[in-house]
């Protein structure tokens, strides 16, 4: 790629059929084979859930497990194959980050795609990486749209085949699927009750693990506007900790990206932390909202195989 502009480029890439899918770099491979994906079952159409989405890459790795690496490299190629489904296909890159089979994009395998950073600066193919090296999972980014001049919400399932490349494939989504109704009444419930209580009780009543705003691991967190933890019911030696500076698992200084949406009204945050219910790294999709002005609390939801609805 030859284009100083990033959008540019990322514009190309989604003018041609559609959206390129993913992209990664990273020194180290992964495993040998692809690990717990026996009896893994082809879909009748595009993933729509989570654990459809994850079964979707799944299949894809059984298939070049048991086909070997020319063949299912020529089978992610084809945009007629099988492993395009509408708009969600498979794509293959090295850990390198050479991309090895975008089905809709021919001219740009053998391109090195770990550059790349969406429209608000995430080092996607970065991430891809390291969560493929680490054995798979989930990651949501901004990329251009298929056909226009905007952005859209997408998330992406990765994992590795065997020690020279991997492969994902991803559905685009929207924050009113990953923040539910049901999250944002929560979210709600937890602001009312500090502005109807104050700081002192909520924040007690945040830290409290037998209190009503945990619910496993749906819980209320806090922060003050220079980053130091208020609330963290299953964190309490953080309490009083600065964590401006910060970042989670991936690199991503994910505090400072909750203190940048709770003082601009509220939103969407994701970012990697660990599942206090399995003790596992994941991505978490969060809400954070203001209270008074001088504190914002939060709360999200790790995104697991599962019946999470993704897209329409």
């Known amino acids: 790629?030859?284009?100083?502009?990033?959008?540019?480029?990322?514009?190309?890439?989604?003018?041609?059929?559609?959206?390129?899918?993913?992209?990664?770099?990273?020194?180290?491979?992964?495993?040998?084979?692809?690990?717990?994906?026996?009896g893994t079952a082809a879909l009748s159409g595009p993933p729509s859930t989570s654990?459809?989405?994850?079964?979707?890459?799944?299949?894809?790795?059984?298939?070049?497990?048991?086909?070997?690496?020319?063949?299912?490299?020529?089978?992610?190629?084809?945009?007629?194959?099988?492993?395009?489904?509408?708009?969600?296909?498979?794509?293959?890159?090295?850990?390198?980050?050479?991309?090895?089979?975008?089905?809709?994009?021919?001219?740009?395998?053998?391109?090195?795609?770990?550059?790349?950073?969406?429209?608000v600066g995430k080092p996607y193919t970065d991430i891809e990486i390291q969560l493929a090296k680490s054995g798979g999972g989930y990651i949501l980014y901004r990329y251009?749209?298929?056909?226009?001049?905007?952005?859209?919400?997408?998330?992406?399932?990765?994992?590795?085949?065997d020690p020279t490349y991997w492969i994902g494939a991803g559905v685009y989504t929207s924050g009113d699927r990953l923040i539910?109704?049901?999250?944002?009444?929560?979210?709600?419930?937890?602001?009312?009750?500090?502005?109807?209580?104050?700081?002192?009780?909520?924040?007690?009543?945040?830290?409290?693990l037998t209190g009503p705003f945990v619910q496993g691991d749906l819980y209320v967190f806090a922060y003050d506007y220079n980053g130091t933890v208020l609330a963290w019911p299953y964190r309490p030696d953080q309490l009083g900790v600065n964590r401006f500076n910060d970042t989670d698992p991936v690199g991503q200084h994910h505090i400072q990206a909750m203190i940048r949406a709770a003082g601009n009204g509220g939103g969407?945050?994701?970012?990697?932390?660990?599942?206090?219910?399995?003790?596992?790294?994941?991505?978490?999709?969060?809400?954070?909202?203001?209270?008074d002005g001088t504190w914002f609390l939060g709360a999200g939801r790790y995104i697991r195989p599962g019946p999470l609805v993704l897209r329409a």
């Open 1 to 38: 790629m030859k284009d100083t502009s990033l959008f540019a480029v990322l514009l190309v890439l989604a003018s041609i059929a559609v959206a390129a899918g993913c992209t990664g770099t990273g020194p180290q491979p992964g495993p040998s084979a692809p690990a717990g994906t026996t």
């Open 180 to 208: 539910d109704p049901a999250l944002r009444t929560f979210i709600d419930g937890a602001k009312t009750y500090a502005q109807q209580n104050g700081r002192e009780k909520a924040l007690a009543a945040f830290n409290n």
């Open 51 to 119: 654990l459809e989405l994850k079964d979707y890459v799944d299949h894809a790795a059984v298939f070049a497990h048991d086909e070997g690496k020319v063949a299912a490299l020529a089978a992610f190629r084809d945009p007629a194959g099988p492993f395009v489904t509408g708009d969600v296909y498979n794509y293959a890159l090295e850990y390198s980050g050479v991309a090895l089979a975008l089905p809709f994009q021919p001219g740009l395998v053998g391109t090195n795609f770990s550059p790349l950073r969406d429209s």
């Open 144 to 161: 251009p749209y298929p056909g226009t001049n905007t952005t859209a919400l997408k998330i992406s399932y990765v994992r590795p085949v």
């Open 268 to 291: 969407m945050v994701d970012y990697y932390s660990t599942d206090p219910s399995t003790n596992t790294t994941e991505l978490k999709v969060s809400y954070v909202t203001d209270v």
